[in-house]
């Protein structure tokens, strides 16, 4: 999905400001939001892409004018409604007007710790041998997706350079979407600057992003 999350080589947003000891977060409230989005994803409605894709269809003015738990909060709230599990009006409200749906798992407060620690592994068996190798050239698709995809706008149509196999890793773009789980090869793939940005980037820069397997093809 072409959202206001792509920002890649976006213009007129200014420079990257990083904080000095930037603090885990900057308000109460923030823990809170953190700790709902773990204990709701747990309850086995969506997954991790689903939720992506939630924050990434925010309307762009609500994104780009929202801080990053802002937009995981107002992510949280459309998928909790389009799952079923709450109605806009309870949200507006406050609290519960109808029977909750029933959640296929609860966390509870003595699991938190070591589910947190455990992870949520993503990568699966393969079903055949990777396509490509280290080394070799590539070049990703051009395609605009109506749902998430882990493809950024910049990197579409470019050469890169495969640097690294990491596994085969459960594929976001149909997970996001509630279809079946399918699984596909991921790798690094390194572009020099000018690839990207043209002839004025900086020649000796490089970016290097995860791909999936159906994102490629040779070049």
């Not at 994803?41 to 004018?65: C, F, H, K, V």
């Not at 996001?176 to 020649?203: C, S």
Request: charged letters at 25%; a negative charge; hydrophobic letters at 40%.
């Amino acid at each position: 999905m072409n959202g206001a999350q792509d920002l890649g080589g976006q213009m007129g947003f200014g420079p990257v400001q990083p904080e000095p000891n930037e603090p885990i977060f900057h308000a109460e409230w923030e823990k809170r939001v953190l700790a709902i989005n773990v204990a709701a994803g747990a309850m086995g409605g969506w997954t991790i892409d689903g939720i992506r894709a939630a924050r990434e269809s925010l309307p762009p003015a609500q994104y780009l004018s929202s801080s990053y738990y802002e937009i995981w909060l107002a992510g949280l709230h459309r998928i909790l409604v389009e799952k079923g599990f709450v109605t806009p009006e309870e949200l507006e409200q406050g609290k519960p007007l109808a029977p909750a749906k029933t959640p296929k798992r609860v966390l509870k407060g003595d699991e938190v710790a070591a589910v947190l620690r455990r992870g949520f592994p993503y990568e699966r068996e393969a079903e055949a041998p990777a396509r490509f190798a280290v080394g070799d050239a590539v070049r990703t698709r051009v395609m605009h997706p109506q749902h998430h995809t882990r493809l950024p706008r910049y990197a579409r149509g470019k050469r890169g350079v495969i640097e690294r196999i990491t596994g085969c890793h459960v594929f976001p773009d149909t997970g996001a979407q509630g279809l079946p789980e399918t699984a596909q090869w991921l790798y690094t793939v390194v572009f020099t600057g000018p690839e990207l940005w043209g002839p004025d980037a900086d020649p000796t820069s490089t970016v290097s992003i995860e791909a999936w397997e159906s994102y490629l093809e040779p070049a």
